[in-house]
């Protein structure tokens, strides 16, 4: 995700810091550059146009001409309005109710809401330590009830029973109920979608939203489609109490720019990136990783966050007591390797054996 914009970024950044000095004329010719790349990266002309009218004054005060090195001041003035941007930081989930928790995910056919029931349900559980039911509210779309169904049965999730006929309203009653009785502590209600916004859509959502009174509503909307999905995140926004949003696809969007306008039309933060299709590929979105990421500054904080996850902190402390014996073995060795090569960053690892030495 970025590939594109963080390329863009490179470039002007390059140019901008062989310059010793900045004059206003190099300023504005830099800001075009990124505001074209913002632009190509599919972020809209009004985010894109605010951006760079923040980044402006900024860049052109007297502190950053007179710098002795003014190409990494406009780099950091970029930076800060970026996180600014995507968030200043990340939004955890509300926990903060009686249990069990109601949290629905809505959104259009085909961005993914089922698959990222169970992700979330996923990560609920192995992070959270939340016991997790899902509930299909899906009765239009052939086999949607099933889907969840299986995904629950596969990774070993608490799901609701299905009831042949039963309408969305009577199924969340009958999982708050169903809920209590088997102590979830969340409630995921997987809502119906269409292939596009339409007037029985928004009044089921806004029904359910009344019965079920969530704690969290997920819009899980697909990063590919770009400034469609801001237009749909506003939507979305007028209609039901939006309080995160998880873009699902993520590792497939080199652009990103989906991310930047959602956020920004909406006014509602982004939470989850779907970066996979495997049941752990969730992360959470941190807005100041991702500006990292956008300037091509690295996340290293995330490499090794997500090597921990991967190796084990079983395995990690192994290696430790034994490299302090002085008896790190080939074994040892191999793993190491096995997961550098996974997490495909080799150049980076160095930080992840400072822990072990």
């Not at 339409?198 to 819009?219: N, R, V, W, Y």
């Not at 699902?248 to 939470?271: C, E, H, L, Y």
């Not at 090794?304 to 080939?330: C, P, Y």
Request: aromatic letters at 4%.
């Amino acid at each position: 995700m970025f590939e594109n914009l963080t390329n863009k970024f490179e470039e002007i950044f390059s140019s901008l810091k062989k310059a010793p000095s900045l004059d206003e004329n190099q300023v504005d010719e830099g800001l075009r550059g990124i505001r074209q790349a913002l632009l190509e990266a599919d972020v809209s002309l009004d985010v894109a146009k605010e951006f760079i009218e923040k980044v402006k004054p900024k860049a052109l005060g007297q502190e950053i001409i007179r710098s002795t090195s003014p190409g990494d001041m406009v780099v950091k003035i970029v930076y800060d309005e970026l996180v600014s941007l995507l968030g200043e930081k990340n939004n955890d989930i509300n926990l903060n109710a009686v249990p069990p928790v109601p949290m629905m995910l809505v959104g259009l056919q085909g961005s993914g809401k089922t698959t990222t029931t169970a992700k979330l349900a996923k990560y609920l559980e192995s992070t959270k330590k939340k016991k997790v039911m899902m509930v299909s509210l899906d009765i239009y779309r052939p086999a949607a009830q099933e889907q969840l169904k299986s995904l629950g049965e596969q990774n070993n999730i608490l799901t609701l029973p299905i009831i042949e006929g039963q309408q969305p309203a009577d199924i969340c009653q009958r999982a708050i109920s169903a809920a209590n009785l088997n102590g979830a502590d969340i409630i995921l209600f997987d809502t119906a979608g269409r292939t596009q916004i339409d007037l029985q859509m928004m009044s089921e959502i806004k029904q359910i939203e009344d019965t079920i009174k969530p704690a969290e509503t997920f819009l899980v909307a697909d990063s590919l489609t770009g400034q469609v999905a801001a237009s749909v995140a506003k939507e979305f926004k007028n209609t039901v109490n939006l309080s995160g949003i998880i873009l699902t696809r993520a590792d497939g969007d080199a652009r990103g720019g989906a991310a930047v306008s959602m956020k920004f039309v909406s006014q509602v933060p982004i939470k989850f990136l779907g970066v996979g299709e495997k049941i752990e590929n969730l992360e959470v979105f941190h807005p100041d990783r991702i500006a990292n990421r956008i300037l091509g500054m690295g996340d290293i904080v995330s490499l090794v966050e997500k090597a921990a996850q991967d190796l084990g902190e079983e395995n990690i402390k192994k290696a430790e007591e034994n490299l302090k014996k002085g008896q790190f073995s080939m074994q040892d060795y191999l793993i190491q390797l096995r997961q550098m090569k996974k997490n495909g960053r080799n150049r980076r690892c160095n930080v992840f054996y400072a822990r072990c030495i």
